[in-house]
């Protein structure tokens, strides 16, 4: 009996730490896909090329650093990762973070603290803590991504106006303070290319979809630089060439009282890093109806940086948007990560010199559109409009980002998120005399055995109980995207369900649009009127689709059933 229970122990761990490359290759690839993953991979490294080199100038370092992380980095987390199709890199996320190190401890600093958050992150991944980070609750997540998105156009400002200033301090507001003693030394020029810069990115998908917007910019840009001499900042003026040759392994040198300096940064390093690989994963796994491995991609990320840091490069993570750009140039498996790693190492060693023509205020103009597109401002005003709770969080972790940092706003966040979770399942505790008869709750309502034998053919229900809050939102996303049979209506029974916060409204939401693309109906019945409230103005769901009792929604699920059955009859 033991034995049985110790090798069913085995094979779970087995497959838990199996990265997904290694599962694919055994199960084999066909040629037409392996084609698809190099092609892919060849679109994200042009893409991460610009990418990489504004995320490691932003936050502080030389540009080389950047493509040096994205290729090292890169090459691991599509080695070892629990995601088919994650691409990692630098991300705009750690900008704040890697330049607040910078200033405080130096590149040596930053090296350092990048490589003991490494092995941080590959602890969580064999501890099996990486389903702790779903505990995050969303309108945290959005506050603190939301307040990196206006530091990182804060600190943009410089290069885009060409501003004549000197060091640019890290403080949110002191920075402000500089720009506005230096706004008289405006560089037309600089602004012109910038804006210049934002339209191309934005619209280039629009005319010419399968060029990437950002390289194109970079092209025209420098193109526009070079062959007219217009008096700007760039790469070369600034930092120098960049070099063309890979540099080798180094061990930083880490003794107790370095490691007790940098012991705080490395923890941010590790939490942000782990929250937003984890969260590009999960964005993945709905793009492609797949799932991974958090454990095993926690692993890959915290080797991933170790390896960065033994190259002198950043911290990596995950990154959604060349992710994103990897699913829809056809990337399904880890190859297309290996090939965009190699893609920018090639780059590196055959075109870096003329990297130092690059304008600065370019890649100002491309991290502004990083920002405006990470700031999820929908998913802001979406949870200002939610209850009182959720906008506390939202707001105190925000205005803590920007003017404190991230590694405080984190802290708050989460603490206060415990305290307001305990409270509101406090007020939610009662004593009440029961006073209906039989096998009816007070609305009515009977008991589930009961409608059984009533449920029309292809229409389901599923009962949910208790609150739909941050820390079983994930359990109840995961649960209703593991149904594969063919279903025409899906009634999700919320009678027992008390509470629905942010990010339960978030899942939701997610739930009803990946079951319409299945042309599948969805019903929400039993609903309080408080959630009902809440769920219109979260958008979850038109109030037709929202009914008070089972019976109504039984009727309307016939209704739908009887329209979808008639529409597939007609020639």
Not at 128 to 136: C, D, E, P
Not at 280 to 300: C, F, P, Q, T
Not at 477 to 503: F, G, S, Y
Request: net charge neutral; proline share 4%.
């Amino acid at each position: 009996m033991e034995r049985g229970r110790f090798a069913k122990l085995l094979e779970e761990f087995r497959h838990e730490y199996t990265p997904k490359l290694v599962t694919l290759i055994r199960g084999g690839i066909s040629s037409k896909q392996l084609t698809s993953d190099i092609i892919a991979g060849l679109i994200v490294g042009v893409v991460a090329l610009p990418l990489a080199i504004a995320f490691a100038i932003a936050s502080g370092v030389s540009p080389e650093k950047g493509i040096i992380t994205a290729i090292v980095a890169g090459g691991m987390i599509a080695l070892l990762g629990g995601s088919r199709v994650q691409i990692g890199g630098p991300t705009g996320a750690f900008i704040v973070i890697v330049y607040g190190i910078v200033q405080e401890h130096g590149v040596e600093g930053l090296t350092i603290a990048t490589f003991i958050a490494g092995f941080f992150i590959l602890i969580l991944g064999l501890l099996r803590l990486g389903s702790l980070l779903k505990y995050i609750p969303y309108s945290l997540i959005v506050g603190f991504t939301s307040g990196i998105a206006i530091i990182i156009f804060s600190s943009q400002i410089k290069d885009i106006l060409g501003l004549t200033t000197g060091e640019v301090p890290a403080d949110f507001l002191e920075k402000w303070g500089v720009y506005i003693q230096a706004i008289g030394s405006v560089n037309l020029y600089s602004l012109l290319l910038a804006v210049g810069t934002v339209l191309i990115v934005l619209f280039t998908p629009k005319v010419l979809p399968r060029v990437p917007g950002a390289l194109l910019a970079i092209i025209l840009a420098t193109a526009a630089v070079s062959i007219f001499s217009i008096p700007v900042d760039t790469i070369g003026s600034r930092f120098g060439s960049i070099p063309s040759s890979f540099p080798l392994p180094k061990i930083p040198a880490v003794d107790f009282a370095t490691f007790k300096d940098l012991l705080q940064p490395a923890i941010a390093i590790a939490l942000l890093g782990g929250i937003e690989s984890l969260l590009s994963a999960v964005v993945a796994d709905g793009m492609i109806g797949g799932k991974h491995r958090s454990n095993m991609e926690l692993v890959a990320q915290g080797g991933a940086n170790i390896a960065s840091g033994l190259f002198g490069g950043i911290p990596a993570t995950g990154a959604i948007a060349r992710t994103a750009t990897n699913i829809k140039s056809g990337g399904r498996t880890p190859i297309a990560g290996l090939v965009h790693a190699g893609v920018l190492l090639l780059i590196m060693l055959a075109a870096a010199p003329l990297a130092r023509l690059i304008p600065l205020a370019a890649l100002g103009g491309i991290l502004v559109v990083v920002a405006y597109n990470m700031g999820e401002w929908r998913s802001f005003f979406s949870v200002l409009r939610s209850n009182r709770y959720d906008r506390i969080i939202l707001l105190t972790t925000f205005c803590l980002t920007l003017l404190f940092d991230l590694i405080v706003a984190i802290e708050v966040g989460i603490v206060l998120s415990s305290f307001i979770f305990m409270k509101r399942m406090s007020d939610l505790a009662h004593i009440g005399l029961v006073e209906t008869e039989g096998d009816q709750d007070s609305n009515g309502d009977h008991t589930f055995e009961e409608e059984l034998s009533s449920i029309p053919e292809g229409v389901v229900i599923y009962e949910i109980e208790g609150p739909l809050f941050f820390g079983a939102s994930q359990k109840f996303q995961q649960t209703m995207n593991d149904i594969q049979e063919h279903i025409i209506v899906i009634i999700l029974r919320l009678r027992h369900v008390p509470m629905i916060d942010a990010t339960g409204m978030f899942r939701l939401r997610e739930v009803v649009k990946s079951y319409r693309k299945r042309q599948t109906g969805v019903i929400l019945s039993g609903v309080s009127p408080n959630i009902r409230s809440e769920l219109l103005k979260a958008h979850v769901l038109e109030e037709e689709y929202i009914c008070a009792d089972i019976q109504s929604s039984l009727e309307l699920a016939n209704t739908i059933r009887a329209k979808q059955t008639a529409g597939n009859d007609s020639p």
